[in-house]
């Protein structure tokens, strides 16, 4: 078993910037490839950004690049989540999730594809 648990989310004004974190605890050891999703009310839950077990290989939404920035530390068993550019679209539940998986390159984008999810952090971007 892994636990997420996101940190970070808040209110900021549009254009601003904020950064996610995302601790792993539990039976990390490193096997597991990482991402963020978000869900605003009445919406589906969507991909922000993914990176593989070895850091090495991103992905991200189409409205996110350029402005989001995935990264994570494996000796702390934290992913990160720079946002900048913030707009108000963006506002929404932001989640964490795990994915088990041997292969160390390889990111996932969907939804089904995730073991373990965290509770999540608010963001709000104000206009």
């Known amino acids: 078993q892994v636990q997420l648990a996101e940190s970070g989310g808040g209110l900021v004004q549009a254009g601003g910037s904020l950064r996610l974190s995302c601790a792993a605890s539990?039976?990390?050891?490193?096997?597991?490839?990482m991402g963020w999703f978000r869900q605003a009310p009445g919406k589906e839950r969507e991909f922000v950004a993914a990176i593989s077990r070895s850091g090495g290989s991103t992905g991200y939404a189409n409205s996110m690049k350029g402005r989001f920035t995935i990264s994570r530390d494996n000796a702390k068993n934290t992913v990160y989540l720079q946002m900048n550019s913030l707009k108000p679209e963006d506002t929404a539940v932001y989640y964490c999730?795990?994915?088990?998986?041997?292969?160390?390159?390889?990111?996932?984008?969907?939804?089904?594809?995730?073991?373990?999810w965290g509770q999540g952090t608010q963001v709000t971007v104000s206009s």
């Open positions: 999730a795990a994915h088990y998986t041997t292969y160390t390159s390889r990111y996932y984008s969907n939804v089904e594809d995730y073991d373990y």
């Open positions: 539990g039976r990390t050891r490193g096997w597991y490839a």
